[in-house]
């Protein structure tokens, strides 16, 4: 009996089909806003480079830093569907990766005014430049909105959490590890996009 | 019995099928192709391995240190490569950088953090130009950057997990070892270049 119970999960990795778990509900906009940054390198590192820093805030900062990402996000979205979109909003995201992989690689601490301007300019660039790129494909523009600034929010959530829940040496020095990796890739980025103009 | 299941594991690795949940959108073969550069050439592999199996050897703060400093310098190095500045004699300093860091380890030398740095960061140039050359050819230049620049992250990782034997019994002596073979694979390295 037990044997058997072992031989069926093995017997069903044999069997996989295509995932059924999501049907139509019409919620396209709201998937496509919440995981625009996973299929675009530039802007999910930019939103991680963010995170990061917000997570070697000390104090109310990392909140505010946060709350600032997401809101400028949602700010230069609204801004991009009322025909606000500048094409120098594209460097937003390479600008993010410049100015904040520096900051985690370091380890640098600003002001929780200075830090929370500086995550809501990146928010508005980031925002913008995301929706102007994707302005004909959203339908409901609600819920793009709402997805999008859900993916700013949650991903400065979820940094925050595991750092405080490993709260070690070798987390610190992880984070910073990955700071100077977005620096890297912001400058490299940076480079090939300016030559390209 | 758990021999058996044990068996039964291993062999299910050789029966893998493509995976049928995930239609094919690529965030792209630029990302691969970055990401493989650094793995499937041995110079830049066994370089990287060195620089993290030398942050071990060297202990705190190097060991952070090391693997911080050199994609930022690396970077600037992709710059020049991708801006077509002419650096000569890059190939030649790669391999030397085999050579040398796995001299570095199999000696076990201890230099000051600053000079290791200095070190380390000087060969990052030529490395990261090697990969800016690669680059302006390639389709997704972001996914490639960021391919190569988190594939030598990780493989200055394992070099700092490598490094971690010094914690075994006779772990230096094997690290140093690993030193040795590093450096002597770049000797046979130098020697390809030199034949042509």
Known sequence: MMRAAGVVPFALLFAATPAQAHGNANLGDFYAGLFQPLFHFEYLLGALAIALWSTQQAGRAPFAICAGFAGGVLAGSIAALLGQNPASAAWGPRIAMLICGPLVAARVSLPIAAGTALAVAAGLAQGNAATGAELSQIARPVLWLLGLSSGAALLGAYANAATQRFPTFWMQVGVRVVGSWITAIGLLVSVVAARAR | ?196
């Open chain 2, 1 to 196: 019995m758990r021999r058996g299941a044990h068996f039964v594991a291993l062999a299910l690795f050789f029966f893998a099928f493509a995976a049928q949940a995930h239609t094919e959108q690529s965030t792209g073969g630029g990302f691969l192709t970055g990401f493989l550069h650094p793995v499937t050439g041995v110079d830049h592999l066994l370089a990287m391995l060195a620089v993290g199996m030398w942050g071990a050897q060297l202990g705190m703060p190097a060991i952070w240190v090391l693997p911080v400093a050199f994609p930022l310098v690396m970077a600037i190095g992709g710059v020049l490569g991708i801006a077509g500045v002419p650096l000569p004699g890059a190939e030649p300093a790669i391999v030397l950088s085999v050579i040398l860091l796995g001299a570095m380890i199999a000696f076990g030398r201890r230099p000051p953090l600053v000079l290791a740095a200095a070190l380390v960061a000087f060969f990052a140039i030529f490395h990261g130009y090697a990969h800016g050359r690669e680059l302006p050819n390639q389709a997704n230049a972001v996914d490639f950057c960021a391919g190569f620049v988190l594939a030598t992250g990780c493989i200055h990782l394992t070099g700092i997990g490598i490094g971690t034997v010094t914690k075994l019994p006779r772990g230096a002596q094997m690290l140093r070892a690993g030193g040795t073979a590093i450096a002597l694979t770049g000797c046979l390295l130098a020697w390809r270049l030199a034949a042509g």
